[in-house]
């Protein structure tokens, strides 16, 4: 409101001098309302200061002239408009002025190197009235121009990629597999300015996709903030709580959890962005995203988990039906993997084969799609006992009593080794042996009789 009046004061002064309401004149003092192009009318240095100079008591008579003398902070140009007759900035007073009035606008241009960062500087400066004789005259300045700010430099902003990654993961080798978690260790990369307290360094999954931070953790100079228990997040942002300069220095720690669904050999991705933090009045900034480095040997993730059995067949024992070929079947074992892909298992000797009489290992392998591979083994006992054989015989042999013949001979040769007569058991086993070579091609085949003998002749004692 006070500059409407004093711009207001302007128009009357040039139509006819200004008088008095009431009283005398006292000494001769100025006024000045600076604003600035800055927000709010603000200026700082580099800029320009619009002074509107004016009268605020006593009487400049006509012809008199008002000097204004050079500014401080300083400037590197100085104007005053109307102009007076003295050198530099001075105002010629045509009409008189009495009491109050307008008397013109003085332009200050400041330097650019005003006020240091961070501060600024009050407009003083010093004004004469000649009348002719040129004597100083008291001078008050206002408005919101009245302090030279600081000069608007814009900040040397840290630089892309802005940040690096380096990944191990649990491995012998610090790699990282399916169903693993990966550490990773974000270092500032150094390129550009410093960053300053206040700035924020975002890291974000890019890939795998169904990976996710499970951890983000702080470093020396950064604060990744809060973040519940068990929480589950795609990106960690770090906040400098310093300022820190150059490359190498740690921000903070990320820990990715590696889900089964991740195919071998992906490649962990991320991006980074940086927002500075807030800047002075009329400097710009945004955020900027690019890609991130990630290196390490758990930049990728590498199957390195063998396969695991979920289900393997149990030590088994079966009666022998031959020497060599008694055939045995058992029902196939199963795996699972860490990674998506098959699992191909294989048994060796297979289901179905021939085994022969005694105590065989089996071994099975269940190999992944990366090659890993775990193995298992059971144990099939094939048994040839006076008993097994005759259970055998009694599948094996077509007519129910010839079965029942050769049965009672293998009891026989039973009871005589309970009893401690290996001689009576010799003659019962022989005794079998006897009637199958004479069942051959009869109730039993050719190789019926010739498996069933082997079988006996193993068991005399």
């Known amino acids: 409101m006070l500059f409407v009046l004093v711009m207001g004061t302007s128009l009357a002064a040039g139509a006819a001098p200004a008088v008095a309401n009431s009283g005398q004149p006292g000494p001769v003092s100025l006024y000045m309302f600076c604003v600035g192009p800055g927000p709010n009318g603000t200026v700082a240095a580099g800029q320009t200061d619009s002074c509107a100079v004016s009268l605020s008591g006593g009487t400049l008579p006509a012809g008199s002239t008002v ?5 401080s902070p300083a400037a590197t140009l100085v104007s005053c408009s109307p102009a007076g007759q003295l050198a530099g900035c001075s105002f010629g007073i045509t009409n008189a002025i009495v009491f109050h009035g307008y008397i013109g606008t003085e332009t200050i241009q400041f330097a650019p190197d005003g006020p240091s960062q961070g501060g600024g500087a009050s407009l003083s400066q010093v004004a004469e009235a000649c009348l002719p004789t040129c004597h100083s005259v008291p001078l008050t300045i206002d408005g919101p121009g009245k302090v030279v700010g600081t000069p608007v430099r814009p900040r040397f902003m840290p630089a892309a990629p802005f940040a690096y990654k380096v990944c191990a993961g649990p491995n012998p080798d610090r790699t990282v597999s399916e169903t693993q978690v990966d550490t990773c260790l974000i270092y500032t990369s150094g390129l550009g300015g410093p960053y300053i307290a206040g700035d924020i360094v975002t890291v974000a999954r890019v890939s795998p996709l169904d990976a996710s931070t499970v951890v983000c953790g702080d470093g020396p100079y950064a604060d990744a903030g809060a973040r519940p228990i068990g929480s589950v997040t795609t990106s960690c942002s770090y906040r400098f709580g310093t300022s820190v300069t150059g490359g190498g220095v740690l921000i903070g720690t990320e820990v990715l959890s590696i ?24 400097q710009t900034s945004s955020c900027s995203t690019g890609p991130m480095s990630v290196t390490g040997p758990g930049a990728n993730v590498i199957d390195e988990i063998p396969p695991a059995f979920t289900s393997v067949p149990p030590d ?24 998506p892909g098959a699992v191909s298992v294989s048994c060796t000797p297979a289901s179905g084969s021939m085994f022969a009489v005694g105590m065989t290992s089996v071994t099975c ?61 010799d003659g019962k086993v022989g005794a079998y042996i006897n009637e199958v070579d004479a069942q051959s091609d009869k109730s039993l085949t050719t190789q019926q009789a010739q498996d069933l003998e082997g079988l006996a002749q193993l068991l005399m004692p």
């Open 259 to 282: 889900p089964s669904t991740v195919v071998p050999g992906a490649a962990v991705l991320q991006d980074v962005t940086f927002c500075p933090a807030p800047q002075p009045a009329g």
């Open 365 to 425: 392998t269940a190999t992944d799609v990366s090659g890993n591979a775990a193995t298992a083994s059971f144990k099939v006992t094939v048994q040839n006992t006076l008993d097994s054989l005759c259970r055998v015989t009694t599948l094996e042999v077509g007519k129910v009593g010839v079965a029942h013949s050769l049965c009672e001979k293998l009891q026989g040769a039973a009871d005589a080794v309970a009893a401690g007569d290996s001689v009576a058991a």
């Open 67 to 71: 000097l204004m003398l050079p500014p």
């Open 316 to 339: 088994m024992t079966v009666d022998a039906s031959g020497p060599t070929d008694t055939v045995v079947q058992y029902p196939a074992p199963a795996a699972t993997d860490n990674a």
